[in-house]
């Protein structure tokens, strides 16, 4: 195991189940939203307002993202060598 086998465990971290990490990157996107609409909705989100948004609508592209490579992947999984 050399560091090139490391480092590339480390970039690919959570790409062998792509589908549930996607569906929990949705479920922290509403998360962030509802939040966001609480603290709006009783005067204390301020400048945190713009910085939730952004993380929501980070988390719903990645898990489009993620949601593309467990449809292209998923064909091969089914396959038996």
């Known amino acids: 195991m050399g ?3 490391t480092t590339k465990s480390i ?3 959570g ?6 990490i996607a569906w929990l990157r949705v479920a922290i996107g509403i998360y962030l939203m ?3 609409a609480i603290l709006y909705s009783i005067g204390h989100a ?5 910085l939730l948004l952004v993380g929501a609508a980070l988390h719903f592209v990645l898990a489009g993202r ?9 064909d ?4 038996f060598r």
Request: aromatic letters at 16%; a positive charge; hydrophobic letters at 35%.
């Open 3 to 5: 560091t090139h086998h």
């Open 11 to 13: 970039f690919t971290l």
């Open 15 to 20: 790409s062998r189940y792509p589908r549930p």
């Open 34 to 36: 509802v939040l966001t």
């Open 46 to 50: 301020g400048q945190w307002t713009w």
């Open 66 to 74: 993620l949601f593309r490579i467990a449809h292209r992947d998923h």
């Open 76 to 79: 091969r999984r089914l396959q």
